[in-house]
């Protein structure tokens, strides 16, 4: 088991679910290979995860489940999505139940419980609609008061598990002139409504995803009692808008999974395949592009983590963090799996050639993730919208909030301290301005120039290194605050170009800082590799190449240290990550061990 309990139940899942390679695993890649060529619904594997009892780490303990925090809920979420991100996203619609734990009557808590655990059921959440998208104050669903209840009429679509679900949260206008006051949310319960009066519509053929559910609802003059309405009438947009927090964030275990199952595919066929007297693995370029792989898996590791124990800790600030981690690990790993694609080279066209086609399916399925639960512009909007606020707390900074904020991070980021329970209810529109890990930034460096508290074995040459580098993304932060305060707010959706652009350099600068915090509270405890910090380096340099042309040299022998690494774990089937828990393991044949074990001492002597 791994040394920390929040990885226990992901250690145990891979466990019991085997090496996807083994085509006799639930959920191997010949198998998920299989259904999504067939485009057929996973029915028997998402029913060997109820069985397993996975669905009672969506429900929180005080509900009847086993949920207790949403940094072990993305670690066993990148178990499934490693091996299938159809099958992962399937399950985990499941998350929207949160909905419920946020905002229901206890009756309603009860029966959400029962429903998942005992019915094997789950949700869907219907937002979006044909006409209008994302626009969810423009939707047309309306919900007509009557005695005892409302009648709903309308269709929403398009809806991921809109047919196969039992409940469906239904987000429809209840005020005709109550503009955003004027939307309601409701959790629908199928099973009690009269068939004559909804349907479904018929499943969308989809690029990725392909078994999906991906269908949508309508319905007719539709009768729905008082007791499905969640929460007050009139609050449907305010507690959809906070439900995305939490399903934003999550969504981006999504792409790590996925990610960990590329870069591991194609080091497989880097290491055997042989090309020119040798193997593509000792090619200069092949070999750097899966080393920038590995590290942008560990940058957007320290941003996922990091969010998901802050939802615990800051959870007034998650329209900024939620906002920061949507868009940025699902768009940053989709980029990561396209570079390293070329490694493949002609398979990477082949649907069954090298690993059952496995990279290119996991392309395909990922591509959807930054379009889930608002895409990469509606977040990077959310972001625009508060910027400006941001800048003014960090100008109206005092000293004395200082104790509070360190406190702040050291729960946030330190993984060996215990998280508070989730406080739902304290989760705000906007951010009024905070951000943590960003105004920390100074912190930070502070604590880089108080050598004592870093560990001897860090060399000083890393020390001075990230000490540049932050005083650079500082510099960075500073220019960007000062170009927002002197610039016309923009309203509504009029946003310029330039703003967008500036909102991506926030989550590069967010992205770059938490990784920093990351390393600071952890380099005593996640091994050897991690606390040298050479990977730090690397990743704040890859984040600073879009930020600064003035960014320090770093030394190319630390590329091969970070090499060393990736074959380590890949040798001893770890997850790429920096908390690298024991994947299943398979038998390895020995042309692959002999590649790897060469490859090995080689890069050593490099290092």
Known sequence: MPPLKQYWIAAALERDLGHPADPNSPLSFQRTAELDEQETFPTAEVEWLYNWKLQRYYIPTDCGGEFTSFEEFVAFVRVLSRRDLNIAIAFTTMFWSFLTWMAGTEAQKRKLAQFMIEDHGTMCLAYSERDHGSDLVGGSVVAKKVPGGYRLTGEKWPINRATRSGITYVLARTDEEGGNRGLSLFMVDKRELDPAHYGNSPKIKTHGIRGADMSGIYFEDCFVPDEMLLGPEGHGLELALKGFQITRALCAAF??????????????????????????????????????????????????????????????????????????????????????????????????????????????????????????????????????????????????????????????????????????????????????????????????????????????????????????????LDEQDTAIANSAFEHGHDQSFESFEMAKQYCRLHAATACLHMWLYNHQQLGDFFAQGQWLVLCVDRLLAHLSPERPAVPTSYYETVAVELLRLHQEDKMFSIVPFQLAQASVPESNVGAAESAMPALQLQA
Not at 278 to 304: A, Q
Not at 356 to 368: A, C, E, H, T, Y
Request: charged share 25%.
């Open 255 to 476: 792409s790590q999974g996925s990610a960990d199952t590329c870069l591991r595919t194609t080091l497989n066929f880097a290491l055997n395949r042989r090309l020119y007297g040798k193997t593509v693995w000792d090619m200069p370029h092949p070999r750097r592009t899966l080393i920038n792989g590995f590290l942008d898996i560990l940058t957007c590791d320290c941003v996922n983590i990091a969010a998901a124990r802050g939802f615990h800790v800051v959870p007034r600030q998650f329209s900024v963090w939620s906002a920061v981690d949507k868009y940025f690990v699902p768009v940053t790993l989709e980029k990561m799996q396209q570079e390293i694609s070329v490694v493949l080279g002609a398979r990477f066209y082949m649907r069954d050639e090298h690993d059952n086609g496995v990279f290119q399916k996991m392309l395909r399925d990922s591509s959807i993730i930054s379009v889930f639960d608002g895409s990469s512009v509606v977040n990077l909007h959310a972001l625009i919208l508060q910027r400006r606020q941001l800048a003014k707390a960090r100008d109206r900074r005092k000293p004395k909030d200082l104790e509070a904020l360190q406190a702040r991070l050291h729960n946030s980021f330190d993984l060996s301290t215990d998280l508070p329970p989730f406080a739902p209810q304290q989760l705000e529109l906007m951010s009024r301005g905070a951000d943590d890990v960003l105004q920390g930034l100074e912190t930070a460096l502070a604590t880089l120039q108080d050598q004592g508290l870093i560990q001897a074995q860090v060399e000083e040459q890393v020390l001075s290194l990230l000490q540049q580098q932050g005083e650079l993304l500082l510099k960075v």
